[in-house]
């Protein structure tokens, strides 16, 4: 079946500083893939997607890139802020049958001034 | 964007009785709502898929006759916990998808529900 593999938080980094977050999956054929971000009291929010291999998601400074051959993707960004303290969660949706998303466990982000 | 909106966001109960989930598309008609169940420092895991005006398809392992699911509007699902027991206790989290189309295909998450049952 389908699975996604997270690093597991908290990552605490003082602001400006790089960010990487590894994601990696396990799915037959072409998953779309997702990064969704859950900020304190909301609910997820989808932060990127990718639907096929080498595409690049990005959006608010957040990059990822689907690459098939290592069955990753991976979420950077190159100066975080503190308003970016969130739980980040990595997710994919297989090219057949379920419709519904599969979830990492989630990555705590906590940026400090 | 779109907002799904998840009622209660905390509610303590007792063991035995019975407690309602309500997750609302506030300004989009969902066709399909996903109940996800989340233990601390673990993946959302699937429960449940409904449909409007349909059964709810369950995951394995889930125990439809003790999560009730009904997805009577293209607004509204609710998911009932019946005779809730400690093991119980957790976040659930609803997601809304307006539509089949690829451009649609989108899921809007709530805010999430934690139970906790004595």
């Known amino acids: 079946g389908n699975s996604v593999t997270q690093m597991e938080g908290p990552v605490t980094l003082s602001e400006e500083a790089f960010l990487t977050i590894n994601c990696t999956y396990t799915?037959?054929?072409?998953?779309?893939l997702f990064w969704y971000v859950q900020y304190p009291g909301e609910g997820l929010q989808l932060l990127l997607k990718?639907?096929?291999?080498?595409d690049k998601g990005s959006n608010k400074g957040f990059e990822a890139t689907y690459r098939k051959e290592t069955t990753s993707f991976h979420l950077e960004k190159g100066s975080v802020q503190v308003s970016d303290s969130a739980v980040y969660f990595c997710?994919?949706?297989?090219?057949?049958?379920?419709?519904?998303?599969?979830f990492g466990s989630g990555t705590r982000l906590q940026v400090q001034p | 964007g779109a907002v799904v909106s998840q009622h209660p966001s905390w509610v303590i109960c007792k063991s035995g009785t019975s407690v309602k989930i309500e997750c609302r598309s506030l300004?989009?008609?969902?066709?399909?709502m996903f109940w996800y169940r989340q233990f601390p420092k673990q993946s959302l895991m699937l429960m449940a898929t409904?449909?409007?005006?349909?059964?709810?398809?369950?995951e394995q392992g889930v125990e439809k006759d003790k999560f009730l699911i009904n997805h009577a509007s293209l607004t509204l699902s609710t998911l009932t916990v019946t005779s809730a027991h400690p093991e119980d206790s957790s976040f659930y989290i609803c997601?809304?998808?307006?539509?089949?189309?690829?451009?649609?295909?989108?899921?809007?998450f709530g805010a999430g529900t934690r139970l906790s049952v004595l």
């Open positions: 997601s809304a998808r307006e539509g089949a189309l690829e451009g649609k295909n989108i899921q809007y």
């Open positions: 799915a037959t054929g072409y998953p779309s």
């Open positions: 990718a639907t096929k291999a080498d």
């Open positions: 997710a994919l949706k297989g090219y057949t049958g379920r419709r519904a998303l599969t």
């Open positions: 300004d989009f008609q969902a066709t399909t």
């Open positions: 409904s449909n409007e005006g349909s059964k709810a398809t369950y």
